[in-house]
């Protein structure tokens, strides 16, 4: 229970506060869009699970599967 209550409250990420008018997928997207431009880039995601601990092979492989699985249902054109 502990963990659903940290989602929803404010966390710096970096020194940026985090809003607390977004929900969990919209925070989730913004940890990973680390320059806040609304594209997650594959060294975006590599960067983001080097954030949270993984190592350098598991987020190599992560950054390239995520984004080659979802680039194409989630492009804005």
Known sequence: ?????LASKDVLDEGRPIPTDQNVLQKHV????????GLVYP????????????GYLLSFASSILINMALSG???PF
């Open 1 to 5: 229970m502990a963990a659903s209550n």
């Open 30 to 37: 913004a940890f990973f869009d680390r320059d806040h431009d």
């Open 43 to 54: 060294w975006e995601t590599f960067e983001g699970f080097r954030a949270i601990g993984a």
């Open 73 to 75: 249902k989630t492009r």
